[in-house]
């Protein structure tokens, strides 16, 4: 007679609830505020306005691996396979942030630059950055030993933050990039860059403040409890199996 | 007790040494695969003068790095297939040491491999790859991806799939020493002034993966 083996109810907790909604209510509004309530730039005309989530969207991505980097050190010196889940749901936002920065790079870049895409310094980090992450998740999928792969993923995970460093800081190493710097001088050679007025600063700042914690971590939350759930489920599996 | 450090390095590179020096493994077929691959290039290219000097010195890191990979593979799945890096793990010995010894093998037989490709370069494409600055770069760029080739193949021998895996997870991480590597090369062979902050860029991203594979090797091989 094999063992009843079944998954514990786990409703959402109350504060996860309330973040949701605060995210997706924040999400709109910061939306309203570049979409509609920001000026139109004088020299780039409506395209300026993929700004408001282009940079924030960065910066979440920054906060998601900054969360892989936490969660990958804090692993190593506790090993609790809790900061591991952590840092994989750092890994899986942080993508797809950073996909959605290039993304909409591409499509201000197109009419700005003459171009969806140029081998510009900023540019190939931004890219070099999210292969790299790829191939965290390729190279997860590919360990099967549960301990030995959060080990070596919360390794994987710290060196990963380099390239993250690198696509933040390029602009300041290596001058001939064409990437404008909005925040602070631009380069010489920036091509596109638009003046930081006061409008621009209302709209903008919302919206990072959004992306830099809520959204990060509100989506966070949700993928840390989906892979508990998957873990506990694999863990039934083989229980029921091996009876 | 734990043996001093410097003798452990240097009895892993002595062994790694005596086995390549026995069975020709690992030079030999990166000889033969940077060989090929600079007559593949050469061929797929169709580079007249005037497009080797832009494209040659992307030739020479894209060789080196893919047969780096071929030898990274070999020497770290010899080391997991066959035991040996579990005894390494029992005996008293540190685990920056066993990351030295593997990186020092490996950096050696792929710089190895590269110094001879620099003066077959030189004669096949008619360009001066012997120019001293050249040569340093070189060995630097090679140290860099091997630090961190030999941090993720020693991770990648434990998969399943380690062939493919190795140069998705590689590729990547080695991208910032192909860039200012590459960047150097091109810089020094066409006298354009701005090699020296590639050069030190390249060391400077050397020295941080270095101190870093250093400090997180111990975490890759616990069991």
Same mark, same amino acid.
Not at chain 1, 169 to 175: M, N
Not at chain 2, 177 to 182: D, N, R, S, V
């Given at each position: 007679m094999p063992t009843q083996a079944r998954l514990e109810p786990n409703p959402q907790p109350r504060l996860l609830r309330a973040l949701t909604v605060l995210t997706a209510v924040g999400f709109l509004a910061t939306l309203y505020l570049g979409l509609f309530a920001a000026g139109t730039d004088i020299? @780039?005309?409506?395209?300026?306005?993929i700004f408001y989530i282009h940079m924030p969207s960065f910066f979440g991505a920054f906060t998601a691996f900054g969360a892989t980097v936490l969660g990958g050190i804090l692993y190593l010196a506790r090993k609790q396979a809790a900061w591991d889940r952590i840092a994989l749901a750092g890994v899986e936002v942080g993508l797809a942030f950073s996909l959605i920065n290039l993304l909409t790079g591409a499509i201000w870049a197109r009419?700005?630059?003459?171009?969806?895409?140029?081998?510009d310094p900023r540019l190939t980090s931004a890219a070099v950055m999210c292969l790299i992450y790829a191939a965290y998740l390729m190279l997860r999928a590919g360990i099967d030993d549960m301990s030995r792969k959060r080990n070596f993923m919360s390794v994987y995970g710290i060196f990963s933050f380099v390239s993250v460093l690198t696509t933040l800081f390029i602009i300041r190493i290596v001058p001939e990039t064409i990437h404008p710097v909005i925040v602070g001088a631009s380069p @010489?050679?920036? @091509?596109?860059s638009f003046e930081a007025t006061s409008g621009v600063f209302m709209a903008l700042a919302p919206s990072m403040l959004l992306w830099l914690t809520l959204m990060p971590l509100t989506l966070m939350w949700h993928r840390y409890r989906l892979e508990t759930r998957r873990e506990a489920i694999d863990r039934l599996k083989f229980l029921t199996l091996s009876d | 007790m734990t043996t001093p450090f410097l003798r452990c390095v240097l009895a892993i590179i002595a062994k790694d040494l005596r086995t390549e020096i026995r069975s020709r493994e690992l030079v030999s077929v990166m000889a033969l695969f940077a060989l090929l691959s600079v007559l593949v290039f050469s061929f797929a290219l169709e580079l007249d003068r005037a497009a080797r000097a832009e494209a040659i010195s992307g030739v020479l890191w894209v060789t080196l790095i893919f047969a780096s990979l071929l030898e990274l593979n070999r020497s770290l799945a010899q080391e997991s297939d066959q035991g040996n890096l579990d005894a390494l793990l029992l005996a008293p010995v540190s685990r920056s040491a066993i990351f030295l010894g593997k990186f020092a093998g490996n950096a050696l037989f792929t710089g190895i491999v590269g110094l001879a490709l620099l003066p077959l370069m030189t004669v096949l494409y008619? #360009?001066? #790859?012997?120019?001293p600055w050249v040569i340093v770069t070189t060995l630097v760029g090679i140290a860099g991806f091997c630090a961190i080739g030999t941090l993720l193949a020693t991770m990648t021998a434990?998969?399943?799939?380690r062939e493919t895996l190795l140069p998705i997870a590689l590729l990547p991480a080695a991208l910032p020493f192909l860039l200012t590597a590459a960047r150097a090369t091109k810089g020094i062979l066409n006298g354009a002034p701005e090699w020296q902050v590639w050069l030190q860029l390249l060391g400077g991203i050397t020295v941080i993966y270095l101190a870093l594979c250093l400090l997180l090797y111990g975490f890759v091989v616990e069991e």
């Amino acid at each position: 007679m094999p063992t009843q083996a079944r998954l514990e109810p786990n409703p959402q907790p109350r504060l996860l609830r309330a973040l949701t909604v605060l995210t997706a209510v924040g999400f709109l509004a910061t939306l309203y505020l570049g979409l509609f309530a920001a000026g139109t730039d004088i020299e @780039q005309g409506q395209i300026q306005r993929i700004f408001y989530i282009h940079m924030p969207s960065f910066f979440g991505a920054f906060t998601a691996f900054g969360a892989t980097v936490l969660g990958g050190i804090l692993y190593l010196a506790r090993k609790q396979a809790a900061w591991d889940r952590i840092a994989l749901a750092g890994v899986e936002v942080g993508l797809a942030f950073s996909l959605i920065n290039l993304l909409t790079g591409a499509i201000w870049a197109r009419p700005i630059w003459n171009t969806w895409w140029t081998w510009d310094p900023r540019l190939t980090s931004a890219a070099v950055m999210c292969l790299i992450y790829a191939a965290y998740l390729m190279l997860r999928a590919g360990i099967d030993d549960m301990s030995r792969k959060r080990n070596f993923m919360s390794v994987y995970g710290i060196f990963s933050f380099v390239s993250v460093l690198t696509t933040l800081f390029i602009i300041r190493i290596v001058p001939e990039t064409i990437h404008p710097v909005i925040v602070g001088a631009s380069p @010489q050679n920036a @091509q596109g860059s638009f003046e930081a007025t006061s409008g621009v600063f209302m709209a903008l700042a919302p919206s990072m403040l959004l992306w830099l914690t809520l959204m990060p971590l509100t989506l966070m939350w949700h993928r840390y409890r989906l892979e508990t759930r998957r873990e506990a489920i694999d863990r039934l599996k083989f229980l029921t199996l091996s009876d | 007790m734990t043996t001093p450090f410097l003798r452990c390095v240097l009895a892993i590179i002595a062994k790694d040494l005596r086995t390549e020096i026995r069975s020709r493994e690992l030079v030999s077929v990166m000889a033969l695969f940077a060989l090929l691959s600079v007559l593949v290039f050469s061929f797929a290219l169709e580079l007249d003068r005037a497009a080797r000097a832009e494209a040659i010195s992307g030739v020479l890191w894209v060789t080196l790095i893919f047969a780096s990979l071929l030898e990274l593979n070999r020497s770290l799945a010899q080391e997991s297939d066959q035991g040996n890096l579990d005894a390494l793990l029992l005996a008293p010995v540190s685990r920056s040491a066993i990351f030295l010894g593997k990186f020092a093998g490996n950096a050696l037989f792929t710089g190895i491999v590269g110094l001879a490709l620099l003066p077959l370069m030189t004669v096949l494409y008619g #360009m001066n #790859m012997l120019d001293p600055w050249v040569i340093v770069t070189t060995l630097v760029g090679i140290a860099g991806f091997c630090a961190i080739g030999t941090l993720l193949a020693t991770m990648t021998a434990h998969t399943r799939a380690r062939e493919t895996l190795l140069p998705i997870a590689l590729l990547p991480a080695a991208l910032p020493f192909l860039l200012t590597a590459a960047r150097a090369t091109k810089g020094i062979l066409n006298g354009a002034p701005e090699w020296q902050v590639w050069l030190q860029l390249l060391g400077g991203i050397t020295v941080i993966y270095l101190a870093l594979c250093l400090l997180l090797y111990g975490f890759v091989v616990e069991e």
